[in-house]
């Protein structure tokens, strides 16, 4: 089992969504988050004054997933995300050693 954890444009969410979906991917988790990396924020103007916002908003996708899905998921989250700019935003591959739903007690890839 593999974490995947993904940050990317708002805009692009529904559409990275919609491509997991398609794979067979289910679950996720989905957080709105601010940061900034090479994209260094950007200027808006509020009340005719230019304001540097550093911190540009963002989703964070944690998603767990068997380990043969996590090539094909990559594949569709780069395809769907990409605008070609910077700011496209990154995904993190973690190993995951177990997981266990609460309900049932399943455990590894039959709780996911």
């Not at 990317?8 to 957080?31: C, E, P, Q, T, Y």
Request: charged share 25%.
């Amino acid at each position: 089992m593999r974490k995947l954890e993904v940050i990317i444009r708002h805009s692009r969410f529904n559409a990275v969504k919609d491509a997991l979906v398609a794979l067979g991917i289910h679950g996720m988790s989905v957080i709105d988050i601010k940061g900034f990396g090479r994209q260094n924020g950007h200027k808006e103007t509020y009340r005719g004054t230019e304001v540097m916002v550093e911190f540009v908003p963002k989703i964070k996708m944690d998603i767990v997933l068997e380990s043969e899905l996590v090539g094909p998921a990559i594949e569709a989250i780069q395809k769907t995300a990409c605008s070609g700019a910077v700011g496209d935003g990154k995904i993190f591959v973690l190993p995951v050693e177990n997981a266990i739903r609460i309900r049932t007690g399943e455990t590894g890839d039959d709780a996911i």
